[in-house]
């Protein structure tokens, strides 16, 4: 796997020859080996359409590839480069991908494995209305970003994170702020725990939460800030 | 009752069957199972503590949470410190309080001079009886025991509750060389006497005397 914990907001990254880590623009620490960064100007990969489609989406983060040069002596010599990612002082998690699909804000990667698959979801289409009101609620608009195949993605938050297990039995609810990322087979809605009293404002302050069922994980932050 | 653990530094899980927790507004990041939120006040209950509450100014929004599984709760991401009560009296800042069994009785408490150097007020919170809460801090707290033979002195602005049977002054170190601007910039202390415990954050909130 190509990302190995230093400390809780910084990751080191291998990379070797062929392969490549796409990651947020900025986000390098410091390397070592002959490594290259090139802005991504598509924006990932998936070529001129799916560009676009994030554009629209305004799920377009900034992101550069990062690659090793075959070193001068051919396959023989050529060297693998470390590069140690952070940013912001923000914690970072490392999820690891086994086939399934990883939904996240773009804003929250940090770099990810070059071979995941990436795409925009529309949120209304899963949760009906109340899944574009998400968005909205959210501040996090009405796309979001996947990520699907096998590989490492670093995603990052404020605060620590913790891992809470989807089980069908048990749904679990979400603060739209403290929401991170979720992976496996999960459908998420808004819910909302508005009575009348809330209405006249002597609400708990959780008026509406992410509910998130079926089977798979769910990454919540330690803080209801943004990034 | 409740079952309150950590899970990290930041984040408090908290086992529920039926039971409930008081917490502060707000401060639930996930829920499993069936939960009910419920605004309360601060500052006690019934007439006498809202009465309280207004007079003191030492308003918190507290919920109560009801039901059956595990909520989360985290409160911008500073460390969570767990406090086991067995009859006695927690003192701490209301901003400080994250969360507390809902067996236990929270009032509120007059501090004299040490609250408006704190910038909080002359009055802080109190919870009372036996179970768990748990109090928030900006960086790992420690707890420092006071002893009949060692005082402890703190920075009122590092300071963020105490236990036990304990007596607390306030010490100003203002002199003649403070007013001329060359003060050590740690003009006012806390001075804890007797028998307990008082939780220190390695931060400083900004106080009027860190400007002295």
Known sequence: MPFRQIN?????????????????????LAYRGDVSFTPN????????????????????????TVEVHQGPHGRAGTPTGTVLFGHGGHHIQVIELSGDTLYVEADRL?????????????????????????????????????????????????????????????????????????HGDVRNKLSTALGWRDMVGRGSGEAFQLELSGSGTV???ASEEKL | MATFRLQGSRVLAVDMTGDAVKAKNGSMVAYDGQMAFKKMSGGGEGIRGMVTRRVTGEQMTVMEVKGHGT?????????????????EKLYVEAGNLLCTDAGLRTGTSFTGL????????LFT????????????????????????????????????????DVRQSFQSGVTFRTFMGEGGGEAFQIRFEGDGLVYVQPSERTTIAGDV
């Not at chain 1, 809780?8 to 390098?28: D, H, L, N």
């Not at chain 1, 001129?48 to 994030?54: D, K, P, Q, V, W």
């Not at chain 2, 040490?114 to 007020?121: K, V």
Request: include cysteine.
């Open chain 2, 125 to 164: 919170t109190t919870v009372e009886g036996t179970g768990q809460a748990a109090i928030v801090s900006d960086g790992p707290a420690v707890v420092l025991r006071v002893s009949r033979q060692y005082p402890l002195t703190v920075d009122p602005g590092a300071y963020i509750a105490h236990q036990g």
């Open chain 1, 110 to 182: 940090l770099a990810f494995d070059g071979t995941l698959q990436q795409g925009t979801m529309f949120m209304g289409s899963q949760g009906g209305v109340m899944g574009m009101v998400r968005g909205q609620v959210t501040g996090q608009g009405l796309f979001t970003t996947t990520l699907k195949g096998h590989g490492a993605v670093a995603v990052m938050a404020h605060g620590g994170v913790i891992e809470v297990p989807i089980t069908p039995q048990r749904p679990v609810h979400v603060d739209p702020q403290a929401y991170v990322a979720h």
């Open chain 1, 8 to 28: 809780s907001k910084m990751v080191e990254a291998t990379v070797t020859p062929g392969a490549k880590i796409f990651s947020q623009r900025g986000a390098m």
């Open chain 2, 71 to 87: 909520c989360w709760f985290a409160d911008r991401a500073t460390e969570i410190n767990l406090v086991e009560l067995r009859g």
């Open chain 1, 41 to 64: 100007l598509q924006g990932g990969q998936g070529g001129l359409a799916s560009m676009i489609g994030r554009r629209v989406a305004g799920e377009a983060a900034p992101l550069m």
């Open chain 1, 219 to 221: 990454y919540v932050q």
């Open chain 2, 114 to 121: 040490r609250g408006a150097t704190q910038g909080n007020g």
